[in-house]
């Protein structure tokens, strides 16, 4: 299975850059700024790494990132993990970026998003690797905060190809930051919003509602609401689901119950993703093969979740449409090679 799942060629939709910057890495970029980590070495740092919910997950996510000042840093970070997922079959991926967690730091918005993009545009050129840009708002601050941001993407304009919604769910619904997506909608942004991660099913509902967005980031508990599961499976709404991270972050007691065999038997369009790699064990095929062996999913069903990547990702039809045979031509000669 696990030879299977490195060959599949898949997308990757939910990844949080700042989430890729792994112990190592950040103790080199902290002694090139001359910063101060709390902890005294890579393994006293890795063994942190025991988190109780998200908000746990989310305090030791934001000290890390404080290492990152420079350009190059940025760049760093981006490139380890683009070439990681070549390594893993990713042809595509669709990388979220946190700029106030670095604005708030003094690090001017163009040293974050010059950084990441130039290591994206390298990694084209040598990998082949393609990927764009999602630029997401705390959600756990003020929306004049997300508003101040938003401007500043937008020199930057063709660098990004979405906003989304990221941080701390519990006490901050999408509802909150209604205008700045719709003000995002007409600056010609596409919209995600991570949702029913540890937020309800109505959390979901107002993403759909009143951020208006192409995907929902999790949605494990749209599963608890009928009607919103009839309609995420009626309008294909892509799901990106996190194994790891659910399990990481106690969002599941044991992968075994997760619910991604629910969704694919209501027919939702589900993704498998890395979330934060550096932290939650594993990077997209870790995901994947973790998730198979629980649930006991047939190459089938997972041939399913690498076309559903695809499908779900910002592409235009005519390039879903080669990368999804570029799945079933891998299918088929696996399965040729077999008998
Ligand atoms: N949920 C919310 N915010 C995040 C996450 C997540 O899984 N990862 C990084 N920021
Ligand atoms: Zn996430």
Redesign the pocket.
Known sequence: MLNFINGLPKAELHL?I??TLNPELMFKIAKRNNIKIKYNSIDGLKKAYDFGN?QD??NL?YQGAEVLIQELDFYEMTWEYLEKAHIQNVLHCEI?F?PQTHTTRGVAFATVINGIYKAMMDAENKFGISSKLIL?FLRDMDEESAIKTLHEALPHKDKIIAVGL????VGNPPSKFKNVFNLAHQEGFLTVA?AG?EGPADYVWEALEHLRVSRID?GNNSMDDEALIDELAKSQMPLTV?PL?NLK?KVVDDLKNHPLRKMIEKNLLVTINS??PAYFGGYINENYLAIAEALDLSKEEIGQLAKNSFKACFFEDFLKEKMIAKVDEYLLNYNQNLD
Do not use: K, R, V
Request: glycine share 4%.
């Open positions: 949080h700042e989430g998200l997950f989310l996510y979220f946190d997401c990221d941080s701390a769910e991570h991660e999790h996190c991270s972050l979330d934060d």
